[in-house]
């Protein structure tokens, strides 16, 4: 008999009531009595389990109640309205077949484990709840973040991860090389890179933006979706050496276009992830995150506020008293400002815009100001700054006057440079954190447990 | 007035015709008369340029008529249906702005252009029509794939980049490192990797199997799409140092349901591109590949042939002076050999099953003979090998003791025993290159040409 997924059993219910089915999965709990017992089991693709009962008049009775917490089986049997019970329904089995075995010392007995200890046991957390959560919502948020963009025309590049930009120095970068570090080619006192793969010095990317623009000026729009590396020694809850990166670009576009699309993915995903994951975010609303459902279905009946980074300076400034980083015109915001922001004054989502072009990228477009650049953070209450774009300066003169300034190297920008010489347009995009908004959708408040195999300094497991 | 794309005005032309509209793109050419002129422009949205039609009476009649290949332009005017022509409508532009002018020495005047040469401007060939039709289909191959899978309830896994691994050696790797290669720590005559970002040695991952596997035996059905890396210095027209790869993987399934799963994803893939990318495969049948077409709506209809390895090497045995490499029991297939079983015996795509153990990876479940695995490549006409997949060994002892004939490390690999040892079922996946893919749907022969920017030995540029 074939098998039929959980998924397709708790969704389609009415298909399956009073009918034989047979289904798979890992015992989550096994109950026995004396001739009778219940399993509950989890097939990954559902998050409710399934309680199965059996009976002695099972062959195997003795092997399927002596069954221990992770064990593998393949049930078949009637799938029975339980009106009465806390569960809708049940299936009453009359065959359990034991796929694969598990040992006593099976680390995720049936209680509760701290997130600290389960990310020592990367391979095996994702049979928890918590973590059949964040998985399947993660994978959720990524296709509707296609789909978003796909619907709407938008080309997904592939942009290169091995680069030997230093792509404006947004970060510090992970050297990629095939030399022998016991024994690298010197010449005249520097590595002689000509005898690497590339024959020349590379590194991990820290944004696909800069070749995203290239394709922007031909497709119009495009995003990119994809890691990025940062070999930054900071360790806190937040930050990830390998995380993925969303940056859309659009040619014929400003600022406000970028705000407008920001906001409707925001809000398109959040929905996405309301309608497909119910039981998911339940879950995490009860255990991980009291305030999650309220806070995500505030957000997509929002209307983002629009505030400039002058006026906010002004409105923080009155606080300032608050803050443990005092707020003044021509310094960054921090997160605590941010958070004020959205969270006191707004209460919603909010675009901060027009930022000093000191503390912002060369390649941002100068304002008529002089002072400050058409970028744009897009605040979250709960986080800050979840995104962070900008329409990008498309004047060839301006740009190099800037990069100049900046001492950059203009002939590692020549490309860059020749998409504002031939065919130049108003432009700009944006790049959201993936990892970031997962934990602001989840509610996990660790980028470690967002990320399947989490990379941060001095841990690299499996 | 709001601009809008070609792909809207294209697709949905009967709302558009006869109204007014305001577009916006890159001239692709422009000829000029007295007192009117015809520029073709391209937005990137859509694959057929627009013909705009100008007069004099336009204020910058001069500057219009002046205007190159590669300027940027925003038009407006009346959408006007000319059944008479060659085009089923044109703009007949009243005004037309101009965005970004070119300039004399853009690179991509009308004219065709090498591939060889385009490659030397990856920031620009996106422009032309051959890119403008392979990355869109790239682009939407790339969908369908995550549509494929989510549609069936998989998970999509973003399995790490960086690994401690060496991935059962299935390539050479690339080094990711912070120490400063030209005064490398060293301790006792090796590297001092304790200093190293992460604190051991680390590498650019060549396979995410095996972390894929973890998580299948979580939620049963899931996926990867991720970069993968290989550090050969083989410079062909298949091989790049970084690609794409997807890589589903099953719990609860068998080498029947890999083969399955991969003939359904292959035909909904060549499915979704033949409906939304008709212009784009049209172009390329007729100037890249003139059979493309044909072998694609064959391939939809095939039932995909099955064969044991054995059985093809009895057949190509028969045939092997028509052979460069002679075939024999015990030896893996050549592309030739592929070919012939693909093009000639079977004119259709195959799978080709239960390879000799000896040529496989370790993890690849032994069969009953002893001698052969539950293996299976697909291979399709006109390029040989497109998937490869297997049935993985879920028998503890029998994978313990397959490591240890190959000498492994049996500690770096505890977590993968681990899933044998808790709840182990019968498991399989298989790996889709995605550019072999990209490159067996566009036609393009050469892997340089479906990647935004290849990165192959002694190549990195922008």
Same mark, same amino acid.
């Not at 219940?38 to 008049?57: A, R």
């Given at each position: ?6 998924? +397709? ?29 219940f ?65 006593? *010392? ?44 796909q ?52 590194s ?76 998911e975010?339940?879950?995490l ?12 279905q ?55 815009? *027009?930022?000093?072009? +000191?503390?912002?990228?060369f ?13 744009v ?18 004047d ?12 950059m190297?203009?002939?590692d920008?020549?490309?860059?440079? *020749? ?23 989840t ?19 499996l």
């Amino acid at each position: 008999m074939e098998i039929t997924g959980l998924r +397709d059993i708790f969704l389609s219910k009415e298909e399956y009531l009073n009918q034989e089915v047979c289904v798979s999965g890992w015992v989550r709990s096994n109950r026995d009595s004396k001739n009778f017992g219940f399993l509950t089991i989890s097939d990954g693709t559902f998050f409710t389990p399934l309680q199965v009962v059996y009976h002695d008049e099972m062959a195997n009775f003795g092997e399927i109640a002596k069954l221990g917490v992770g064990a593998a089986v393949i049930v078949s049997g009637k799938l029975i309205p339980t009106p009465e019970a806390k569960q809708e329904f049940e299936l009453q089995a009359v065959e359990i077949s034991v796929e694969g075995e598990t040992q006593p *010392d099976y680390p995720l007995q049936k209680k509760r484990h701290s997130l600290e200890y389960l990310r020592t046991i990367p391979h095996l957390r994702p049979r928890t709840n918590t973590f059949q959560a964040v998985f399947r919502i993660r994978s959720q948020i990524a296709y509707a973040i296609h789909s978003f963009f796909q619907e709407r025309g938008f080309v997904y590049v592939h942009t290169p991860l091995i680069t030997a930009s230093d792509a404006e120095g947004a970060g510090e970068m992970f050297e990629v090389t095939t030399l022998p570090l016991n024994d690298v080619p010197m010449k005249d006192g520097c590595v002689d890179y000509s005898e690497d793969f590339f024959g020349k010095k590379t590194s991990l990317t820290v944004s696909g933006q800069l070749n995203g623009e290239a394709f922007a000026q031909a497709f119009r729009d495009i995003y990119t979706f994809g890691p990025t590396f940062r070999a930054e020694k900071s360790n806190t809850q937040r930050h990830a050496a390998e995380f993925w990166m969303i940056e859309p670009e659009m040619a014929f576009a400003d600022l406000d276009d970028v705000m407008f699309i920001a906001e409707d993915m925001l809000k398109y995903i959040i929905q996405y992830v309301l309608v497909n994951a119910p039981e998911e975010l339940e879950f995490l609303n009860q255990f991980v995150d009291k305030g999650l459902l309220e806070r995500l279905q505030h957000i997509v009946k929002s209307d983002f506020a629009r505030v400039s980074y002058t006026e906010s300076v002004e409105m923080l400034e009155k606080v300032n008293d608050r803050f443990e980083y005092k707020v003044k015109w021509g310094s960054d915001l921090q997160t605590e400002h941010e958070r004020y922001l959205t969270e006191e004054i707004y209460k919603c989502p909010v675009f901060v815009t *027009d930022y000093p072009k +000191d503390i912002k990228s060369f390649y941002m477009k100068l304002n008529e100001d002089g002072k400050t650049v058409a970028a744009v953070d897009c605040l979250v209450p709960g986080i800050g700054e979840i995104i962070g774009g900008s329409q990008r300066e498309d004047d060839l003169d301006k740009l190099t006057k800037r990069m100049q300034e900046l001492n950059m190297n203009m002939e590692d920008y020549q490309f860059y440079l *020749d998409l504002r010489k031939y065919g130049s347009t108003r432009h700009g995009g944006f790049g959201l954190g993936f990892e970031r908004a997962v934990m602001y959708i989840t509610g996990m408040s660790n980028i470690r447990d967002v990320l399947p195999f989490p990379r941060t300094v001095g841990n690299c497991e499996l």
